[in-house]
């Protein structure tokens, strides 16, 4: 075991068991390493902000967490059998998620989720910088093997909006919807975005890495997209616990994603088009460069949108931008 699994289990067996203290024995055989070792991991975890008591002759009992993300904590969440988020691995900080992931893609099994606190080159969509300054949001890429071919990838990025929409509801309840293909917004302004990365041979997917940000508690934006963006701590005023949250969301990702073997089925088609706020809207998009007006008439069985243009015929779009 390496060492910050280590503490992220002395983390776990500790918040699975604050109601009660338990012994420095009890840990170090559980461990299997000495009491010194299991004192030392206490006090870097003091160091990171936990409250942790300890009492001689009793042992130790977890008082308080400090609200970051952290591997340990929320595996406490995360069912035994799951295999998204199985394997976790939270960084204090690391240049981006998406980068981590396909760089290393071969040391880690189907449904390896990595988050950081924080990212120093968070990517967003065609080239855009994602901002994740260190502990206001909850970043994370997901990384798939799923047995498709290239050409069925294209449900997974609007599937993955679905499930994190359906999780922020869930845990807020307040009314996130999605902006085609899958931004999640509420109202006008977006507070999560995906950004989905491929390694694939001609016909075969070799692996996928499906990169999440979500706006938790950011105050400030930018200049440029303070009008376009949100967070959830703008949105509610309920306590936000982003390893319950981030647990909750890898749950309903796992749930729509391998309920539905990747792709759109009746029923998750059904879900999506209740919570895509750009249906029955009037949109401009982009064909070979020119901008082309229509309304947003339907989505397809491949989750691609369904334009009526002003003459009355119908276009499909397959990906790219949209503007309401
Ligand atoms: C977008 O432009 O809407 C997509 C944003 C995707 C951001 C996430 S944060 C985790 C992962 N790592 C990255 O560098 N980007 C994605």
């Not at 009992?61 to 591997?71: D, E, T, V």
């Not at 692996?207 to 979500?214: D, M």
């Not at 400030?220 to 306590?239: G, M, N, Q």
Request: glycine share 8%.
């Amino acid at each position: 075991m390496k060492a910050n699994e280590k503490k992220d289990t002395i983390l776990k067996m500790l918040k699975e068991n604050s109601d009660r203290y338990i012994s420095g024995e009890e840990l170090s055989e559980m461990f299997n390493v000495s009491r010194t070792a299991i004192w030392k991991n206490i006090n870097d975890l003091r160091k990171m902000g936990y409250e942790i008591d300890s009492v001689t002759n009793r042992g130790y009992k977890l008082m308080s967490s400090p609200g970051i993300l952290n591997a340990g904590e929320t595996k406490t969440y995360i069912d035994d059998n799951a295999l998204i988020g199985k394997e976790l691995i939270v960084f204090e900080t690391i240049d981006s998620t998406n980068n981590y992931l396909k760089a290393n893609a071969e040391k880690y099994p189907t449904g390896t989720v990595v988050s950081a606190r924080e990212q120093t080159g968070g990517k967003g969509r065609l080239g855009r910088v994602w901002q994740s300054k260190k502990d206001d949001t909850i970043s994370f890429s997901v990384l798939l093997r799923p047995e498709i071919s290239p050409m069925e990838v294209s449900a997974i990025t609007p599937l993955c909006g679905l499930a994190v929409a359906k999780a922020l509801n869930e845990y807020f309840d307040f009314g996130a919807k999605i902006k085609w293909p899958n931004d999640v917004i509420i109202g006008n302004k977006k507070l999560v975005g995906i950004l989905t990365e491929m390694n694939c041979e001609f016909d075969k997917v070799d692996f996928i890495v499906v990169g999440i940000g979500i706006n938790i508690l950011n105050k400030d934006f930018p200049e440029e997209i303070s009008k376009k963006a949100t967070s959830c701590a703008l949105e509610s005023d309920k306590e936000i616990d982003k390893n319950k949250l981030l647990a909750l969301i890898l749950k309903h990702i796992e749930n729509i994603l391998l309920k539905g073997n990747y792709s759109f089925n009746e029923e998750n088609l059904k879900e999506y088009k209740d919570y895509c706020a750009t249906l029955g809207r009037d949109i401009i998009f982009t064909r070979k460069g020119e901008k082309v007006s229509g309304k947003a008439t339907d989505i397809d069985n491949n989750g691609e949108l369904v334009v009526t243009l002003e003459d009355g015929t119908t276009e499909t779009v397959f990906s790219g931008e949209v503007t309401v």
